[in-house]
């Protein structure tokens, strides 16, 4: 007999999104099989599914529909698996895919990201970066969600007289960037209890010696450190970071930094594992979380079946950690794609000349090895 259900909002969005959640789905079955657990998922639409569905059926046209608000706020978990693509591109347009996972985010107040980025020994070589360099990578980056550029006033006005070359008459644009005390403290504070679990580093990255939301970054994180003196804690300047990340990864443990930062170091991070297709996040905050793979929707390969779930099935497993507790499932899963990675099997992105034809398989495929491994770790 089943003795607890879980219910999960699943988001498949565009592109492969649907493919890759499959696979999530199958997983969640395979996990909820070996603990006595039911995850009932429920397909809601966001993205640029949502913007087309909305518009064909004459209704206000929104990446976010309220019916997909309102069962993200009432489920137990968000499982999302990627949204966007060249037929929604259009940067004139007055609603984009992106604008749905921003609006969910915020409206789930999600004010941290979690990119934990592990270097699997199997994709060593697959790394940009030369084996020796990868030796002892293990980070955890935390990024602040809510706040910063993404969030502020964005404004652009045209024919702005003085505004164009040599004085004509042209276009001004500005985004505005904002940070409270708050806002910071919260996701500094949740990164310094974070390594307590961890190494014991925490590293606090920003534009202090330029920007004034930096040196407020900066003030607050000093001022938590003092309450953590079991932990180590650092200052670093944003461009040194996106040196350091390749110059010296292993030096990180954990890595804090506001939205903007977040997002363009934490991409900079998943290629030290060789491919976005392994990298999961989770976000966090004060309503329900959600979690997803950090790749796009990769519409080139949609409906192929050979895009790589891996970071989905990954995404699975923080769910289980932060949401549901199960750290020993997560453990068994993790250990499950480490095990069929060790093996040899690859999706075509993990692939390289070295790679038999015979061990490259499509989305389905890399699922059922993953669920075969994982029942093998549960039985032992």
Not at 188 to 212: F, H, I, M
Not at 293 to 311: E, R, T, V, W
Not at 327 to 341: G, K
Request: glycine share 8%; net charge negative; with cysteine.
């Amino acid at each position: 007999m089943v003795s607890t259900t879980y219910n999960i909002c699943t988001l498949p969005g565009d592109g492969i999104g649907p493919e890759i959640m499959a696979e999530g789905k199958r997983v969640l079955s395979a996990v909820g099989a070996a603990y006595d657990v039911d995850f009932v998922c429920e397909d809601h639409l966001i993205g640029g599914s949502a913007i087309d569905t909305t518009r064909d059926n004459g209704e206000n046209v929104t990446a976010l529909p309220a019916e997909t608000l309102q069962a993200a706020q009432a489920a137990d978990a968000v499982l999302l698996a990627a949204v966007g693509g060249p037929k929604w591109d259009d940067l004139s347009a007055s609603v984009r895919p992106e604008q749905g996972l921003l609006a969910i985010r915020k409206n789930l107040h999600l004010f941290l990201n979690l990119r934990p980025v592990h270097i699997y020994r199997a994709l060593r070589d697959a790394s940009p970066l030369r084996p020796e360099r990868l030796k002892g990578v293990d980070l955890l980056i935390v990024r602040e969600l809510t706040g910063g550029l993404y969030f502020g006033e964005h404004k652009r006005e045209d024919h702005v007289e003085g505004a164009g070359v040599n004085g004509r008459a042209g276009s001004f644009a500005s985004d505005v960037m904002q940070y409270s005390e708050y806002e910071i403290e919260r996701v500094v504070r949740w990164a310094y209890e974070a390594a307590q679990g961890r190494r014991g580093k925490v590293t606090s990255v920003d534009k202090a010696n330029v920007l004034a939301t930096s040196r407020l970054w900066r003030e607050v994180n000093h001022r938590i450190a003092k309450d953590y003196l079991d932990v180590e804690s650092s200052d670093m300047l944003v461009d040194n970071s996106a040196m350091q990340l390749v110059a010296n990864p292993a030096q990180f443990d954990v890595l804090v930094t506001e939205n903007t930062f977040g997002d363009i170091l934490s991409d900079e991070a998943s290629m030290l594992t060789g491919s976005l297709g392994m990298l999961a996040s989770a976000s966090l905050g004060d309503g329900t979380a959600l979690y997803e793979p950090s790749h796009g929707s990769a519409p080139d390969i949609a409906g192929k079946g050979i895009a790589n779930p891996l970071a989905q099935i990954l995404s699975v497993s923080l769910m289980l950690r932060y949401s549901f507790k199960m750290d020993e499932a997560a453990a068994t899963l993790d250990a499950a794609v480490e095990d069929v990675l060790d093996a040899g099997w690859r999706t075509a992105d993990l692939a390289d000349s070295a790679t038999p034809v015979s061990k490259v398989l499509g989305t389905r495929e890399m699922g059922d090895k993953v669920i075969e491994a994982f029942n093998k770790c549960c039985a032992k």
